[in-house]
């Protein structure tokens, strides 16, 4: 819990009442209630605490999911093409993607996973903001190990497309 600070939220003599976190400063402040209806529809701050925990670790897992499923796509692709097999595993000079449209398609399509991920860790993110949970963890996946390792396959990738083409 964090500490008792005169901040939107905390009432002041009531410490079980401070379910933020510091991780939640930067959330963005849901309006204030105006009348008792809006105070009534205001959601529980215990589900709110929840679903912002939630969503820290549903970033690392989104994360680690995008590098995974990359891998396994590149790696499924690349063994369908092996087993095709082609002139250029046959004279030596490709292990895995054995004919020039296999290398097309393994760069083309093994691209994908990174760049939905960079996408989708963006919506996800600004969606998090607009419905007042915790967003930042979503921004740090985003920076930290989605868009490092999109920039590194994609120059793996788009090297293999620029080198069959010229």
Not at 8 to 32: C, M, T, V
Not at 88 to 99: P, Q
């Amino acid at each position: 819990m964090a500490s008792h600070e005169n901040r939107p939220g905390f009432a002041p003599g009531h410490p079980e009442n401070d379910l933020h976190d510091s991780a939640d400063y930067h959330n963005k402040l849901r309006p204030e209630p105006h009348t008792l209806e809006e105070f009534a529809d205001q959601p529980d701050p215990k589900v709110v605490n929840a679903r912002n925990e939630a969503s820290t670790k549903q970033a690392l897992w989104f994360a680690g999911g995008t590098v995974a499923i990359t891998f396994l796509v590149a790696g499924v692709l690349a063994l369908i093409a092996r087993m095709t097999g082609g002139p250029l595993c046959e004279t030596g000079e490709a292990t895995w993607l054995c004919t020039n449209t296999w290398r097309t398609v393994w760069a083309v399509v093994s691209s994908i996973p990174p760049v939905a991920g960079i996408l989708g860790c963006a919506i996800i993110m600004v969606r998090k903001l607009n419905r007042y949970e915790r967003w930042m963890p979503w921004m740090g996946v985003f920076w930290l190990p989605i868009v490092p390792f999109a920039m590194w396959w994609l120059t793996i990738t788009i090297g293999i497309l620029a080198t069959d083409s010229a």
